[in-house]
């Protein structure tokens, strides 16, 4: 199953409010349709982001990615998803572009959780978006500098 | 509840207290002296541009205070975890800005959040998940 299925269905009257739970946020009791449609996107996002992580870390271990990728599965775990048949494009065998492809990747979902951030109508929502944003942003420096 | 005047004045007061502590980190320690001047500059404009939102409001900003408590400053490491712990506290302030702020205002509190995050990485922090999270 993709990332997103477990958001979608029965599950997301209670995804939000489980979201609030796992980051010590007051949940919101009637989740707006509209967010839940941003949380499954950003949820299949950062799942493949992970997978891509995960495939450089296991590629080239001499750059260790462990502290990204636990960082990755705390992401992707308060957002409700899973890896699960992720596909993702295999990381370059070049240490050097593969470091880059990970800090284009990292600015590239950073940018979209501020958007959707921005345009979330549950303050919960929109609080941990943007607080992902921040916490790829990191990412995307701390990997650019190794 | 939090209003926005709140969230912004609780800001505007940990912009005064970086405007105090940078100075003083960079008086204290040579190797610091460079990025404490860079962190100076970058939040003396923020307190200008927070004053200034919180006027355009209405409202009677914060004043600075005389000192601040930041805990011991007798070592570089120990300016760093101060410098740490405050843009910390300013990551928490930016992301309680943008639960209740919508539009260019929570815009710009996503924008201020990350640029604290990364002072947090500047000033010796670890990458996290969810900075300004509890």
Do not use: N
């Amino acid at each position: 199953m993709a990332a997103g299925g477990l958001i979608g269905g029965a599950h997301a009257t209670h995804r939000l409010d489980d979201l609030a739970d796992a980051v010590g946020l007051k949940p919101k009791p009637q989740p707006d349709p509209a967010d839940d449609r941003l949380l499954r996107s950003a949820a299949t996002a950062q799942a493949a982001l992970l997978a891509a992580v995960e495939a450089t870390a296991a590629r080239h271990t001499a750059l260790e990615l462990a502290q990204f990728v636990a960082i990755g599965r705390e992401q992707l775990d308060a957002l409700g998803g899973s890896t699960a048949a992720t596909d993702i494009t295999p990381p370059p065998d070049d240490q050097a572009a593969a470091l880059t492809a990970l800090v284009t990747a990292y600015r590239s979902e950073s940018s979209a959780r501020a958007k959707q951030a921005t345009a979330a109508a549950s303050p919960e929502l929109a609080r941990v978006l943007a607080s992902m944003s921040a916490g790829l942003f990191q990412c995307a420096r701390t990997v650019g500098a190794a | 509840m939090t209003t926005q005047t709140d969230a912004l004045q609780r800001r505007l007061a940990l912009e005064h207290e970086a405007v105090w502590l940078y100075p003083l980190i960079g008086a204290r320690f040579d190797e610091l002296t460079k990025l404490a001047r860079t962190s100076f500059v970058t939040h003396r404009d923020t307190r200008d541009e927070v004053l200034a939102r919180l006027r355009a409001l209405g409202v009677e900003p914060v004043a600075t205070e005389l000192s601040y408590d930041v805990g011991p400053l007798s070592s570089p490491a120990e300016a760093r975890e101060a410098a740490r712990s405050l843009e910390a506290g300013i990551s928490a302030a930016c992301l309680m800005l943008v639960g209740i702020t919508e539009d260019d205002v929570r815009q710009y509190s996503i924008k201020s959040l990350i640029r604290s995050a990364r002072a947090e990485l500047t000033w010796g922090a670890e990458p996290q998940a969810f900075p300004g999270l509890p």
